[in-house]
Nanobody, 121 residues
């Protein structure tokens, strides 16, 4: 099975920075794409940013210029660098990975458990 574990969330004052990490573990798979989503209370889960192998990163308009997604393929880890944090960034952040299961030659998405980011005013 494939598992995703996020870390790095917490409380930060406006204007501060946090870096979220997502470690993907398992076997017999390859990564197609990874992304970060977030969900605030009473709101739908939304895509923050995503990347594909060899492709450009996509960002929600609300985070462009402030957040950066990166990936360390050797460590099966994806990061979300969050700068210039704002109170409206407060949400539970979820890591998502779309993988190719080599044995079955099928694609499947997996989610992390989520990590809380709170930006206080």
């Amino acid at each position: 099975q494939v598992q995703l574990v996020e870390s790095g969330g917490g409380l930060m004052q406006p204007g501060g920075s946090l870096r979220l990490s997502c470690v993907v573990s398992g076997s017999s798979f390859s990564l197609n794409a990874m992304g970060w989503y977030r969900q605030a209370p009473g709101k739908e889960r939304e895509l923050v940013t995503s990347i594909t192998s060899g492709g450009p990163a996509n960002y929600a308009d609300s985070v462009k210029g402030r957040f950066t997604i990166s990936r360390d393929s050797a460590k099966n880890t994806v990061y979300l660098q969050m700068n210039s944090l704002r109170p409206e960034d407060t949400a539970v952040y979820y890591c998502n990975a779309n993988v190719r299961l080599r044995i079955w030659n099928t694609d499947r998405s997996y989610w992390g458990q989520g990590t809380q980011v709170t930006v206080s005013s």
